[in-house]
């Protein structure tokens, strides 16, 4: 039996695909390295399991090495000045760097019939 997706899950992922063209399209020269980004980001909360303390997150961020090392937009490649990251703006594009805006990330296939493990296998 050949598991498919769900037509939501279909939906979910043509809406991706449509809005990362579309991003693809509007700005040509974004970085293939960060998608646009800027860089890489995470969040986790640092509170030990079984202490009383208020939950918090940590931010962390590596730029990437191939657009902003480098001073340029990871938006439309525009040479960045260090004026500009202290306005927080693209003078080119209008990127605000704070936001961030980059090529959309996939959804996570919400199919109950389907498994991580199905897909790595190759049966979906």
């Known amino acids: 039996m050949v598991k498919t997706h769900t ?8 809406l991706w695909d449509a809005n990362a063209r579309k991003y693809g399209y509007d700005w040509p020269n974004y970085c293939r390295v960060c998608g646009g980004w800027g860089g890489t ?3 986790y ?15 962390e961020a590596e ?3 191939e657009c902003m090392d480098k001073f340029k937009c990871p938006r439309c ?6 004026k500009d990251f202290d306005n927080d703006t ?7 760097f704070k936001e961030g805006d980059g090529i959309p990330q996939p959804p996570g296939c919400i199919c109950p019939a389907l498994s991580i493990l199905d897909e790595e296998k190759g049966s979906a």
């Open 63 to 65: 730029p990437c090495p």
């Open 90 to 96: 693209c003078p080119h594009c209008g990127l605000d």
């Open 77 to 82: 490649a525009g040479q960045l000045e260090d």
């Open 41 to 43: 980001y995470s969040a």
């Open 7 to 14: 037509k939501l899950c279909k939906k979910n992922f043509d």
């Open 45 to 59: 909360d640092p509170s030990p399991s079984g202490v009383s303390l208020s939950p918090g997150h940590m931010w």
